[in-house]
């Protein structure tokens, strides 16, 4: 079943009877919270092992260039995925053809197809065998690490989900550093309450870096990486 900010926010609120729900924090305050907490989690996964929350997303050309994935954190692979529009301008004819990502500064590091980012936007790196952004011409799909999506403060904690990537056996660490937060914001910070959430969450933390490092226990690889 998936987690809500409703669960989060009453299992943070009840770890001290002094945390008065009513004044201590309104809900869209603790929503906010956990939308910024939960970005930072998903990002120090990205970091550590960029396929834990791994989605894809298929993008058309925009007729210059394609769009970056507006959630993606780190992009681990490329692949041609059919036509965008009529396809008269489509270079890739086999779907699932790797397209390299090659740095601006040093196009040609790689064997063709390929492409090259700039800021947010993805170009053809030229050359009638790469990709074609036109409106006609390459669908390509990206692989990548997402960020965690937005939670919405205007609606109640009940409504807002946490995303189906994220595992529940780990709440506890969302749980911890928003207790945290509400220590501090009580005035409680420098107290042995604080000091024991900074150490539950250094625990949590333990067992997420954890379970992003056994993520690839079974994946076959080419060479021994130990």
């Known amino acids: 079943m998936a987690t809500t900010c409703a669960l989060l926010i009453a299992a943070a609120l009840n770890r001290r009877t002094a945390n008065d729900a009513d004044k201590l924090a309104t809900p869209g305050e603790l929503i906010g919270q956990l939308d910024r907490i939960m970005k930072?989690?998903?990002?120090?996964?990205?970091?550590?092992?960029?396929?834990?929350?791994?989605?894809?997303?298929?993008?058309?050309?925009?007729?210059?260039?394609?769009?970056?994935?507006?959630d993606a954190h780190v992009v681990t692979r490329v692949e041609a995925n059919g036509a965008t529009g009529t396809g008269a301008d489509r270079v890739i004819t086999v779907v699932g053809t790797e397209i390299n990502v090659v740095p601006f500064n040093d196009r040609d590091i790689e064997f063709v197809p390929r492409i090259y980012r700039y800021g947010g936007l993805y170009y053809s790196e030229g050359g009638a065998t790469n990709p074609s952004p036109s409106a006609n011409?390459?669908?390509?799909?990206?692989?990548?690490?997402?960020?965690?999506p937005d939670f919405n403060t205007a609606l109640a904690p009940s409504a807002?989900?946490?995303d189906a990537?994220?595992?529940d056996a780990l709440n506890g660490l969302p749980i911890a550093?928003?207790?945290?937060?509400?220590?501090?914001k009580a005035g409680r910070g420098g107290t042995p309450e604080a000091a024991g959430l900074d150490e539950e969450i250094k625990g949590?933390?333990?067992?997420f870096m954890a379970e992003l490092a056994l993520d690839n226990d079974s994946i076959a690889q080419r060479n021994e990486t130990e």
Not at 137 to 148: A, C, I, N, V
Not at 177 to 184: D, K, N, Q, S
């Open 40 to 70: 930072g989690i998903y990002l120090k996964g990205s970091k550590i092992n960029p396929g834990f929350f791994g989605t894809s997303a298929s993008v058309a050309g925009t007729g210059t260039t394609w769009l970056r994935p507006v």
């Open 137 to 148: 011409g390459d669908t390509l799909k990206f692989y990548y690490s997402k960020r965690h």
């Open 160 to 162: 807002n989900t946490l």
């Open 165 to 167: 990537t994220w595992n």
């Open 177 to 184: 550093e928003l207790a945290r937060y509400l220590c501090i």
């Open 204 to 207: 949590w933390d333990a067992l």
